[in-house]
């Protein structure tokens, strides 16, 4: 039988930031759900390419491109942006934010840094 | 530069119904929207699973199990639902419905089926 996600729902289930939740899996990918508030650390992906959408709140993406100084995106709710796989990034937010992730499936959070921030890949909702 | 994409500034560009437009690319898959009204063909994709994230309005889904006889699934905005590959499953919509779908690159519309409403898989917006 097909079900159905409620994005609401999953995310009233979510109590911690910076730890995200498998909402729902296809073609090897990962929708997850996320709570974020404060800083995160930078990092990178080196085989995956990430997708982050804001449901709620405002998101501060600080990213370098190869070598160059720091740039800042801020992303509402409805817009998403892509973080291409090596590219240097790190999400933060004054007030709480409610994100959608799409990901391949085991995408490590905190990708090649890990630390007090580092959730488990595969904790589902 | 990194970029972000509003959801609403893409659909307001979107004029015709059953016809996706990729507004996003990583990993292989296509982030697409698409704005429906009416009914679709009945059909399922070989080696693609289909995420429709639905946006505004309500989407009908109805499907058939291995055989099984037709069931239906109302997806209200904020939610989600996959159909598996090669799960048959027909879209259909009352009033205009605006969904985001997640699909590998190059996935038809139509699947299996190709007709009238197919549309051009590489369309951007």
């Known amino acids: ?38 800083d995160f650390v930078w ?11 804001v449901l709620r709140g405002e998101l501060t993406m600080h990213y370098r491109e ?3 100084p720091e740039q800042v995106l801020l992303i509402a709710p409805g817009e998403f942006v892509i973080v291409p796989r090596n590219m240097e990034h790190r999400p933060s937010a004054e007030h709480e934010v409610e994100i959608l992730l799409f990901e391949p499936a085991g995408t490590l959070n905190t990708g090649n840094v890990t630390g007090p921030l580092t959730a488990d890949p595969a904790a589902l909702i």
Chains 1, 2 share one sequence.
């Open 66 to 68: 190869e070598g160059g």
């Open 1 to 38: 039988m097909l079900r159905k996600v409620a994005l609401a729902e999953k995310l009233a289930g979510i109590h911690e930031h910076w730890s995200p939740k498998i909402a729902g899996e296809l073609n090897g990918q990962h929708v997850k759900l996320v709570k974020v508030q404060g």
């Open 43 to 53: 990092h990178h992906h080196e085989t995956a390419d990430e997708l982050f959408l």
